[in-house]
């Protein structure tokens, strides 16, 4: 169990922020700090982290952060030119991704870990609207290790939302989010820890 | 009237941003482009604008940009150590007034309108939760001139949302904004032209 049990937030009201063309919940707190940091510490030591490469203007560039893609054998994940076959499910891994998807109600079967080792690493703007995600894709994202900022912005609005997401809190982004929205995790140059981050999602067979 | 006939945006849907204890609407063309620079025009130069002074740290501090009080005469506002005094009514604004009271379903009777000539003139953080404001109150607010910023942040939790406000555009902030989020214009070194807002309050007789 990632959860301890006594602590369980399964009864916990979600905090609502739903807004033109999307609805975000998000739960600060749903893994206690002391599992969330293990955790934390199992998969960064454990996963085989690659920092790949994207194509922008025809060249690959390294991203500015290590990535590891996970899930069913079938869930080929297409994205900024290249194409990424999912590593085999860890255990922790598999685990958390049943376990939200029972908590959330929404099925997830492959997962997009992120690793930043400081706040130089980022991921600049941008939305989860490949193809094979299908149409309106619900994303929950379980933050792990240092806070970073995540932001939201409307790509036809000038409208901003931002979070500080810590260490064990879980964000759903549900609606038309992927579709009318950007987001992205700036640069933080004054955090020196690492953030580890589990973005669940679901593909088709 | 200072909406153009045929351009009646009172059918108009409202772009709904519904956050844990807020609930804020904005119209982004509530008045027509012309009207609203029309209106800034006569407001800037008709009105007896003063850039008053309040307390800060038990000593008098000129405002960062110029003010004007205004409604019934019982409307009297303390802030910041002060005390003002309703100037009576400019008809423009009070036909305003009765304007979006009617078109929000909410009643305002006073106002407190702001002039920033560029974007060094801001509003620092802040909450309108003076006493005579009573419990929750719906402040409703017209923007003129240049687009500006306007941030709200909670008071408790690491949660931001930013708009930039065009002008004509009217955003309502409801529900338990003013007890649990600030809100502030911020500089914006870059703009160089003059914004007039017009902030809606009620305040019981």
């Known amino acids: 169990m990632t959860r301890q049990p006594g602590s369980d937030n399964r009864q916990k009201a979600a905090e609502h922020f739903s807004v033109p063309n999307a609805d975000i919940q998000l739960w600060p707190d749903w893994l206690p700090r002391s599992n969330s940091d293990a955790l934390q510490q199992q998969l960064e030591h454990q996963l085989r982290w690659a920092q790949d490469s994207i194509m922008m203007f025809g060249k690959p560039v390294k991203i500015p952060r290590q990535q590891v893609w996970m899930g069913e054998p079938h869930c080929h994940y297409r994205y900024s030119g290249m194409t990424f076959s999912p590593q085999p499910w860890h255990p922790l891994v598999k ?5 939200i998807s029972d908590f959330t109600g929404y099925h997830f079967n492959c997962v997009l870990l992120n690793l930043y080792q400081d706040g130089q690493q980022h ?16 994303i929950a994202s379980l933050s792990l290790g240092s806070t970073r900022r995540f932001e939201l912005k409307h790509r036809h609005q000038p409208w901003q939302l931002a979070w500080d997401l810590p260490s064990g809190s879980l964000l759903l982004m549900a609606g038309a989010c992927q579709q009318h929205w950007l987001h992205r995790l700036p640069k933080q140059s004054r955090i020196t820890q690492s953030r580890v981050s589990l973005t669940f999602r679901y593909i088709a067979a």
Chains 1, 2 share one sequence.
């Open 123 to 138: 991921m600049g703007w941008h939305a989860d609207n490949e193809p094979e995600l299908g149409i309106d894709p619900v």
């Open 95 to 99: 685990q958390l991704t049943e376990e």
